[in-house]
């Protein structure tokens, strides 16, 4: 906190001191003392198995952490919609994940909680990418979830990963974002139709699409603020990266600051 000069600090649900409930008061003082406050809760629920069993234990396991995000003081609790997997239909999908989040909500609203949807690639102990990675289908899964304490967490170089452009994606959202994931990603090789390809059998991210310092990557940071503000966009920006150092974080803490100094004044 004190070498970036950085005011919250977002929180992973899967740490395991935070899988007791008498630890989250002792963490949310913890940063409170470093100056820092936790405004969101990153969470990775799967909610496409055909399965309902396995989907109730995604639907409890998300719901556990909404409570776990306002023991922490969170505002926010991230949701993704699952694995886009190839025995379902995408109307099932969309079912699944529609009904999933609405039953969610009903604890969020109990906590004061509010769920922001991101447009994810593939999470890392996943074999398919994300139900909704493509542009159509997130955009169809948010239409369908009309609810004051429900919107978007926006990451523009997931957008990249589905081979897809990350402006194009945030107007058609831009009144639903809440929050935002700033990272910045680069192609170490190949190229984005590479990227398009990559519909499977391995876990995680592709070896060579990979974090950078933010402003040196693909984004247009200029033209993604630029339209944020014109939103009224007011939330929180997490910084993704320090794959390869706290010295890279901390660069590309100093470009979103001054970046946001120079679009909202």
Not at 1 to 15: D, K, S, V
Not at 54 to 68: A, N, T, V
Not at 87 to 102: A, K, L, N, P
Not at 203 to 220: E, M, P
Request: aromatic fraction near 10%.
């Amino acid at each position: 906190a004190g070498a970036m000069e950085i005011t919250g600090l977002e929180m992973y649900n899967n740490f395991h001191d935070f899988k007791d409930p008498a630890n989250w008061p002792k963490v949310k003082a913890y940063v409170e003392k470093a100056g820092m406050t936790i405004p969101m809760l990153c969470c990775s629920p799967d909610f496409t198995s055909p399965d309902p069993d396995e989907r109730k234990k995604q639907i409890d396991h998300e719901i556990f952490s909404i409570r776990m995000a306002a023991g922490l003081g969170a505002k926010y609790c991230r949701v993704l919609s699952g694995q886009r997997r190839k025995d379902i239909t995408r109307e099932e999908g969309m079912g699944y994940v529609v009904d999933s989040i609405e039953k969610c909500l009903v604890e969020a609203e109990k906590e004061g909680v509010i769920l922001v949807i991101e447009n994810h690639y593939k999470d890392d102990f996943w074999t398919e990418p994300e139900f909704a990675q493509m542009m159509d289908v997130f955009v169809d899964l948010v239409s369908r979830i009309d609810s004051p304490i429900f919107g978007v967490q926006y990451d523009p170089s997931n957008a990249i990963a589905a081979g897809e452009d990350p402006i194009e994606l945030l107007e058609k959202v831009k009144h639903r974002v809440l929050t935002m994931g700033a990272s910045d990603r680069y192609l170490a090789s190949g190229t984005i139709e590479d990227l398009r390809k990559q519909e499977g059998g391995s876990a995680g991210y592709v070896s060579f699409f990979k974090h950078g310092v933010i402003g040196k990557g693909l984004n247009d940071y200029d033209k993604i603020f630029r339209i944020l503000k014109e939103v009224g966009f007011d939330g929180w920006v997490s910084i993704e990266d320090g794959v390869d150092g706290m010295g890279q974080m901390i660069e590309s803490a100093d470009f979103l600051k001054k970046k946001i100094r120079e679009v909202w004044g």
